[in-house]
């Protein structure tokens, strides 16, 4: 079962049951069949039932499920613990802990929703604040509870009022030294912040850029994967409920304290690093301005994503090649950094992963994007790209990948770059057919509509709108 709807209508346990029990008491109807009609006639009305356990009664209470059962074990052995946890109950924590873990991770069975709906995720926030560090074991299994636990705003915002920010600030600050616990530690940062702009908020105002830096600048970070996701999403606009996010200020803040040249340095273990994808798409995140873009090829960025994508090529490493291009159209965008990428022959090397990936739109397409990136407002590059193989590019990613809508898009918007300034580029596309095949992406994807008549135009074509 899914995150609720939130403009759904929701519905306590309680009155489920009572709902049930009126069909059979007062409608005459068999358990199974009372069962069946609340559920039908409350998802009818719209009635979001995530969490809400349905059982036949007679055959079972809600205490029976297995995830409230391991709450409520759970409830008695923190209220014998009072402020601290220790004991016996530790080893019993975590084997419940693990027992939830393993529910909730199964597909579609709706564990997660209904530990929640039955206050899961003030318990966890509880019990981690009575953790010992040194019971490194329950810690760890509790704060993976908690991330599964943290599936859509009602549940992060429970997390907010439970003072889960703090609470859990104060874990990886301590347990700074395990990368266990780091590693759980930072899911449930992502997973808190997924969609969350004000969470968002309170994790920088407890200075988790400060923390993420220093464990950064740690030895063997590459195995905190999750490191990688908590930056990602604390610099991502997700939240629809804000105006104007405040993340690209956070942006910023990571570089200036140093997290942009740190992601660089993370990235020079190159495919060797389990972390790589992560820790470009993490930079790629934190690369919101010019300056920052600069910084990042001054600490050698450029040389490292360029080593990356000619190993990716080598390899058929398909996840690094897309990524690396990605962050390094992102570079590309500082006019300063275009230089450097050509001459670092990055122009031919482009075209050579492509032709290495010439089967899989999705790194042409990338490709693409950053070669349209490079050509812009630069007759040079665009003259460039000709001779490396650009034009050749478009046209048989074209005719080989017509279903394709993203690569026809961006195929159209590399050939208007290419042409705009560069007459000569013209002549030559046209004469290798390049206007049948763009009108031909223009009729077929709706997406691709407004770059093809761009393309159409500067192409010099009279009838680009037809």
């Known amino acids: 079962m899914g995150p609720p709807n939130k403009n759904a209508l929701t519905i306590s346990q309680d009155a489920f049951d009572e709902l049930v029990k009126e069909n059979m008491e007062d409608l005459g109807m068999d358990p199974v069949e009372a069962l069946e009609d609340a559920i039908q006639t409350l998802t009818l009305q719209g009635v979001d039932l995530s969490g809400i356990v349905t059982c036949v009664p007679g055959e079972g209470s809600t205490k029976d499920n297995p995830v409230i059962h391991c709450l409520d074990r759970l409830k008695e052995l923190e209220s014998i613990s009072k402020d601290r946890i220790?004991?016996?109950?530790?080893?019993?924590?975590?084997?419940l802990f693990g027992k939830v873990?393993?529910?909730?991770?199964?597909?579609?069975?709706?564990?997660?929703?209904?530990?929640?709906?039955?206050?899961?995720?003030?318990l966890v926030c509880s019990i981690c604040s009575k953790i010992p560090m040194g019971s490194k074991q329950v810690l760890v299994s509790a704060l993976k509870t908690l991330a599964l636990f943290?599936?859509?705003?009602?549940?992060?915002?429970?997390?907010?009022?439970?003072g889960g920010p703090a609470?859990?600030?104060?874990?990886?600050?301590?347990?700074?030294?395990?990368?266990?616990?780091?590693?759980?530690g930072f899911n449930v940062v992502a997973a808190a912040a997924t969609g969350n702009e004000i969470l968002k908020e309170s994790f920088m105002e407890l200075k988790i850029d400060e923390l993420i830096l220093q464990v950064l600048n740690r030895q063997n970070?590459?195995?905190?994967?999750?490191?990688?996701?908590?930056?990602?999403?604390?610099?991502?606009?997700d939240d629809n409920r804000v105006v104007a996010s405040q993340v690209y200020g956070y942006a910023r803040r990571f570089a200036k304290i140093g997290i942009a040249g740190a992601l660089v340095d993370s990235l020079h273990g190159g495919l060797a690093s389990t972390s790589l994808v992560s820790a470009s798409i993490a930079l790629k995140a934190v690369a919101v301005n010019d300056e920052i873009c600069k910084s990042i090829a001054e600490r050698g960025g450029i040389d490292t994503i360029l080593q990356c994508i000619d190993v990716s090529g080598e390899q058929g490493n398909k996840a690094v090649a897309?990524?690396?291009c990605s962050l390094l159209s992102k570079l590309a965008g500082s006019d300063s950094n275009k230089s450097v990428i050509i001459e670092k022959g990055g122009m031919n090397r482009l075209i050579q992963l492509s032709a290495r990936f010439c089967d899989d739109p999705s790194v042409l397409q990338e490709v693409m994007s950053i070669i349209t990136v490079l050509s812009l407002r630069s007759p040079n590059n665009a003259a460039r790209a000709m001779e490396a193989g650009?034009?050749?590019?478009?046209?048989?990613?074209?005719?080989?990948?017509?279903?394709s809508q993203q690569l026809q898009r961006n195929s159209c918007l590399m050939i208007r770059n290419l042409v705009v300034r560069n007459p000569e580029n013209r002549t030559l596309l046209l004469s290798h057919g390049i206007e049948k095949i763009i009108r031909k992406a223009k009729e077929n994807h709706e997406t691709c509509k407004d770059a093809a008549t761009d393309a159409l135009r500067d192409l010099g074509l009279d009838n680009y709108n037809a």
């Open 150 to 162: 943290l599936y859509d705003i009602q549940s992060t915002e429970t997390f907010r009022s439970s």
């Open 86 to 95: 220790c004991g016996d109950s530790v080893d019993e924590m975590a084997g």
């Open 322 to 324: 897309r990524t690396c």
């Open 221 to 237: 970070t590459g195995t905190v994967q999750s490191l990688y996701d908590a930056i990602r999403v604390l610099l991502t606009p």
């Open 167 to 184: 609470i859990l600030a104060s874990i990886l600050k301590s347990g700074v030294e395990s990368l266990d616990i780091l590693d759980s």
């Open 101 to 122: 873990v393993e529910l909730c991770s199964i597909e579609g069975s709706g564990s997660a929703a209904i530990a929640v709906k039955n206050g899961g995720v003030e």
């Open 390 to 403: 650009a034009g050749d590019l478009a046209i048989q990613a074209m005719l080989r990948f017509p279903s």
